[in-house]
């Protein structure tokens, strides 16, 4: 185990679970969980330039700059308790910004080790996010704004599914289950078995 870094990205649509299998992960690989979104959302609700600037953007569900995310996550990645892995929760979301990333971390002489993307049908993040909508009154759960970011998400996102498969990263794991499932499917996934089997069929 000299190298036990866990250099790990979570994609999905709106709703999958992203945030909460990031900080399962997180605690079970003693690596830390960043999340774009709710860096916004603190920027947001603590007034700061940044959340002045991204406030009617998050609330209308579009996407954030890349720019401006992308420097977020550089100036995280920084960070001392980064060095020996991470779990990117909602970045990246755009090509551009998967481009970025691979960037950021040839630039520290690192790579990413697997991009696991949490797959659950439509039907299923509408439901879910009408049910955190009532306990946790996000603003972008409004049923239309639910239906733009997941339009937003099919346009922008759902390419990164090719773009990392293409380079034996993907790592695809059936979100549609009970929470402790999908957190074992995901260790399992993770598995130096599971990536040559995934590399063999490649
Ligand atoms: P969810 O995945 O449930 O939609 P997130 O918490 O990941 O929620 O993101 C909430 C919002 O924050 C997004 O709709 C978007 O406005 C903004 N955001 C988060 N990550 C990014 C990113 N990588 N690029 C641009 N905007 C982002």
Known sequence: ????????????PPGSGKGTQAALLAARLGVPAISTGETFRQAVAA?????????????????????????????????ADARRGFILDGYPRTLAQAETLEEILRGRGESLDAA??????EAEVVRR???????????????????????????????????????GLLRQVDGNRPVDAVAEAIL??????????????A
Not at 1 to 12: Q, S
């Open 1 to 12: 185990m000299a190298d036990a870094a866990e250099r790990l990205l979570l994609f999905g």
């Open 47 to 79: 007034g700061s330039e940044l959340g002045r600037r991204v406030q009617a953007i998050l609330a209308l569900g579009n996407l954030v700059d890349d720019a401006t995310t992308s420097e977020i996550v550089r100036g995280r990645l920084a960070q």
């Open 116 to 121: 696991v993307f949490l797959e659950v049908p």
């Open 129 to 167: 996010m009408s049910g955190r909508r009532d306990q946790a009154g996000r603003a972008d759960d409004t049923p239309e704004v639910v239906r733009g970011r997941l339009r937003v998400y099919e346009e922008q996102t759902a390419p990164l599914v090719d773009y990392y498969g293409r380079r």
């Open 188 to 201: 399992a996934a993770l598995q130096p078995a599971a990536r040559e089997t995934v590399r063999s069929l």
